[in-house]
């Protein structure tokens, strides 16, 4: 916050009627600048105002039908709220960072349409303690099912193009080595699997946020006789919070949110880690559309896959937001603490960074083209068939201990020839594994080898169709 605007905080916090100040008679002063700097969440809170909005027409009505506003002055307030949410809507709402918060600036607005005096019965029955919890779970329902819709199209995205490449090849890799041939299918249905449990796991924290603590006031619930369940339905929740003080104190629902993203960042971390390496010319599997990579302000030569690298960035940024929120909880006494405020700005900013990462992923995986020939080379090199050929061996009834060790002697006698295991004389393989002395070729071929994978979830390409299949019918 500027000088210039803190100090105006002092008349920015005192109301046209004889200088009250907004939050009450116990403190006069208006706070020195550098804690009014501390304390303001303006500009982190400004994502919630629709929903601050929203929730104070609906406590308007349930004021009026307490009796406590005439229709002239519910009509009045309404149509005040009404306006702001429509200047927050067009962006022309005149924010001031001298008002501490959003509640205050929304309320601000509303003393200049109707009066101090109408305007001061907004605040009736409610505090800043239920109002920010009932805002923020309304911001994360909506922002959820964004998410959601987000994981889907990612998801769609991604069985498209294994459909695309049901026939492509590549190497499987353990430990960043060559391990064996997989089809390319496989590998992209692998990230489909877990973007599903993300989707789970966020559906799961939808549930529990889905509840209004709207009438849990400061900590010990209402003064006035609301109808929290009305109201929460009036606000679009299925249910209300049990505990007015668990329900102010507590912020596990935006934990429980966080823990899902950061989940579904790893993720997608891995998705776009597979594109950085197969990016490379060593690999040289897929290339990254000119509208998710970037050249170098040096190096003429380069393509740079920055997008899949800053998603693995914002992945380590919402770890670090989950590891700070855990931290600000974990001892707090129960009850409202200002503490609470610094979890609002990583919550907001994880849940709407992993929003624009999903989008942008998305967009990467679409456009990539995928190279099968550099594909189906590097799976029949690095000695890729060695499982294989051992299973072979297993189904001559050689012992797969045995098989094992007669086939990595093979793997370091090629290694010692510079060539691949496939590549040996045949006379050679004839004299080390007389039990296949009826396979033409002795070494399978890449297409045996995937074709061998043929268990519930394996590579072989029925059962690549199969899971092909159950993902477009999961995913409507």
């Given at each position: 916050?500027?000088?210039?605007?803190?100090?105006?905080?002092?008349?920015?916090?005192?109301?046209?009627?004889?200088?009250?100040?907004?939050?009450?008679?116990?403190?006069?002063?208006?706070?020195?600048?550098?804690?009014?700097?501390?304390?303001?969440?303006?500009?982190v809170d400004r994502p919630l105002a629709a929903y601050d909005v929203a929730a104070s027409r609906v406590h308007v009505a349930e004021l009026h039908r307490l009796g406590l506003l005439a229709d002239d002055g519910r009509d009045r307030l309404d149509a005040a709220l009404a306006e702001v949410a429509e200047q927050l809507d067009d962006g022309s709402f005149a924010w001031d960072e001298a008002h501490e918060d959003v509640h205050m600036n929304v309320e601000a607005a509303i003393r200049d349409r109707v009066g101090p005096e109408l305007a001061g019965q907004l605040q009736a029955g409610r505090s800043r303690n239920d109002e920010i919890v009932t805002d923020e779970r309304l911001w994360l329902l909506d922002a959820m099912r964004q998410l959601d819709n987000g994981l889907h199209r990612l998801q769609a995205t991604v069985v498209r193009r294994a459909n695309e490449e049901i026939e492509t090849v590549l190497p499987a890799h353990t430990h960043t080595q060559p391990a064996?041939?997989?089809?390319?299918?496989?590998?992209?249905?692998?990230?489909?699997?877990?973007?599903?449990?993300?989707?789970?796991?966020l559906a799961g924290a939808t549930a529990r946020v889905d509840r209004s603590p709207a009438g849990s006031a400061a900590s010990v619930g209402s003064g006035l006789p609301l109808d929290r369940e009305a109201v929460a339905t009036a606000l679009g929740f299925s249910g209300v919070t049990t505990n007015s003080l668990d329900a102010v104190a507590d912020r596990d629902y935006a934990v429980e949110v966080i823990g899902a993203c950061s989940t579904a960042f790893i993720h997608l971390s891995r998705l776009a880690a597979d594109f950085v390496l197969w990016s490379t010319p060593y690999f040289g599997f897929v290339r990254i559309s000119d509208g998710y990579a970037t050249g170098s302000s040096m190096l003429p030569n380069k393509r740079n896959p920055d997008v899949a690298e800053l998603v693995r960035g914002r992945a380590a940024r919402a770890n670090g937001a989950l590891a700070g929120m855990l931290g600000l909880l974990t001892g707090l006494p129960l009850g409202y603490h200002r503490d609470l405020q610094e979890l609002r700005g990583p919550m907001l900013e994880t849940v709407e960074s992993l929003a624009l990462c999903l989008e942008a992923i998305d967009g990467m995986v679409a456009e990539a083209t995928f190279d099968p020939d550099r594909m189906a080379e590097a799976a029949s090199s690095g000695h890729a068939l060695a499982t294989a050929l051992a299973e072979r061996l297993l189904a001559a009834g050689v012992p797969f201990r045995d098989a094992h060790w007669r086939v990595g002697e093979l793997v370091t006698e090629a290694e010692v020839r510079g060539c691949d295991l496939s590549e040996l004389p045949d006379v050679r393989l004839r004299e080390a594994l007389p039990e296949l002395a009826d396979h033409e070729p002795m070494i399978p071929s890449l297409a045996d080898a995937i074709a061998n994978a043929d268990v519930i979830g394996g590579t072989a390409p029925a059962r690549v169709r199969q899971a092909l299949k159950i993902a477009k019918e999961r995913l409507g």
């Open positions: 916050m500027h000088i210039h605007a803190l100090s105006k905080y002092a008349h920015a916090l005192m109301s046209a009627d004889h200088d009250r100040p907004l939050w009450g008679s116990r403190v006069r002063s208006p706070l020195k600048p550098a804690a009014a700097a501390l304390s303001s969440s303006t500009a064996q041939p997989m089809l390319l299918s496989h590998h992209l249905l692998a990230h489909v699997e877990a973007l599903d449990r993300d989707r789970e796991r």
